[in-house]
């Protein structure tokens, strides 16, 4: 029987990718503006853009005809290598979009949150399509990797295309920017323009479209109407054809209220000393947030921990929303471990790292969240068919599903260690459900980040 290429081959073009990413100089001077607010959605394509040649560069470097088994990318070989990196660049353009979108509203004066572009499932099919049913990979090698590039900065011109119709339905006005590339097709400087998005927002208008090897920016002006002045920093806008001038910088503040009420003292389980004190909370609709007395947290910041970490994490776990914990922030001095999931009080308790660079918070913390986020869901599937049950009950049940689900899926004490330094030790300790989630979590981010910090 041939050798499985696949996990090796997933390895290597993760490895180079984070590699590549790492020491990148256009990568890193986008961040620097965007850290700075500077960005703007040039920025945010040339990002994309970037980011999909290096992701093209790993695929080029490790996946040839050479290396597959009859110069063939088969099927089970394509579906498991090509929608890990793809969802890797997908996450990775997803949060810049949000961080450089976010920013130009603000300048814009609206303060609303920007929206996460949806993964297009569609083209990551077509391309593990594209890839199997090539006789030869090397016969569409060239023609796969520029469609990757053009995937990544099709996140960024859905990014573009998802808030504007936010702003739109909102009662705002935004606008879609097409520059043209220089020296591009007829077809693309004919597209070039300012078009107001209630006239190109119908699916398939051309203005969204881009043919393989297109370097045309697609971007979007918030242009409610007001325009900044460099000088004044006050907005100004047109009415009756008179201008009036006003500082609009916090009309349409979207940030959560923190609320003072009543301090109290919340039991996190574990050990005896795990006791958070606080009387800080804010409503997000579907769940609450309290916070620790300890922690200094204003509500920019709240916004940022809520649209950067908890909310994709509830998109992604929680198919039923009716039943969402409560998320305790705590302080490290609080809590003996970095996260936890209390099943009686229905409460999720988090420890999330703020003093690294944006980049490593961004990692550590979206891996903790949605490991506890996974831990609530499983526990809310077990308390379905056994109701009344107490967490004391339904641990040794969790316990045994989930050693029987990593039997299935061929995780043993032999290969646990790939899901992490975390999921080896607990497994060795007997205690299943650790691997199990990390395990998940590990799929869903194709990544593993905890031991890379």
């Known amino acids: 029987m041939a050798d499985d290429i696949a996990p090796e081959l997933l390895e290597k073009v993760q490895s180079d990718y984070r590699k590549l990413r790492k020491k990148d100089e256009e990568l890193a001077r986008i961040s620097e503006r965007t850290a700075a607010g500077s ?10 853009v970037r980011e999909g040649e290096l992701l093209a560069e790993a695929l080029h470097r490790n996946v040839s005809g050479e290396v597959l088994p009859n110069g063939k990318m088969y099927f089970n070989i394509a579906d498991r290598v090509l929608p890990s990196v793809l969802r890797e660049n997908y996450d990775n353009v997803a949060d810049m979009s ?9 300048r814009a004066g609206i303060h609303i949150r920007a929206q996460r572009p949806d993964l297009n499932e569609d083209r990551v099919n077509g391309l593990v399509n594209l890839a199997a049913t090539a006789d030869q990979y090397e016969n569409i090698r060239k023609e796969l990797e520029g469609d990757v590039v053009n995937f990544s900065q099709n996140v960024a011109t859905n990014s573009v295309r998802k808030n504007a119709d936010f702003q739109y339905k909102a009662g705002l006005s935004p606008k879609i920017v097409r520059t043209a590339a220089e020296g591009c097709c007829k077809w693309c400087t ?12 119908a699916s398939g208008n051309e203005v969204w479209q881009r043919h393989r090897g297109c370097g045309c920016v697609v971007e979007y002006d918030p242009g409610n109407g007001s325009r900044q002045n460099v000088h004044t920093k006050q907005y100004s806008w047109k009415e009756d054809n008179s201008e009036k001038v006003d500082n609009r910088i916090n009309m349409s503040m979207d940030y959560p209220r923190i609320e003072r009420g009543e301090t109290k003292t919340i ?3 574990g050990d005896l000393s795990d006791k958070i004190i606080s009387g800080k909370q804010a409503d997000f609709g579907d769940y609450k947030i309290a916070i620790s007395d300890k922690l200094e947290i204003k509500p920019r910041e709240l916004h940022e921990i809520e649209k950067d970490y908890i909310r994709p994490a509830i998109e992604k776990i929680a198919t039923d929303r009716n039943k969402l914990p409560t998320v305790i922030l705590a302080d490290v001095t609080e809590l003996s471990s970095a996260g936890r999931y209390v099943y009686d009080s229905n409460s999720l308790f988090l ?11 961004r990692k550590y913390n979206n891996h903790l969240v949605l490991h506890e986020l996974t831990h609530w869901k499983d526990c809310q599937e077990i308390a379905k068919d056994n ?8 641990a040794p049940i969790y316990n045994e599903i989930s050693k029987k689900a990593l039997d299935e899926a061929g995780v043993d004490k032999y290969n646990v ?14 205690n299943y459900c650790e691997p199990y989630v990390d395990y998940r979590v590990f799929k869903i981010m194709g990544r593993w980040w905890k031991d890379e910090l």
């Open 267 to 269: 039991e996190a389980g």
């Open 98 to 106: 949000e961080r450089i979108i976010e920013e130009m509203n603000d």
């Open 190 to 201: 004919d597209l070039a323009g300012t078009y107001d998005y209630a006239t190109v927002k």
């Open 387 to 394: 109701p009344g049950i107490t967490e004391k009950e339904l």
């Open 351 to 361: 420890v999330l790292k703020r003093d690294g660079s944006y980049e490593d918070n």
């Open 39 to 48: 960005a703007d959605g040039k920025d945010l394509d040339a990002y994309a």
């Open 417 to 430: 260690s790939k899901y992490g330094s975390y999921a080896k030790t607990k497994y060795d300790e007997g």
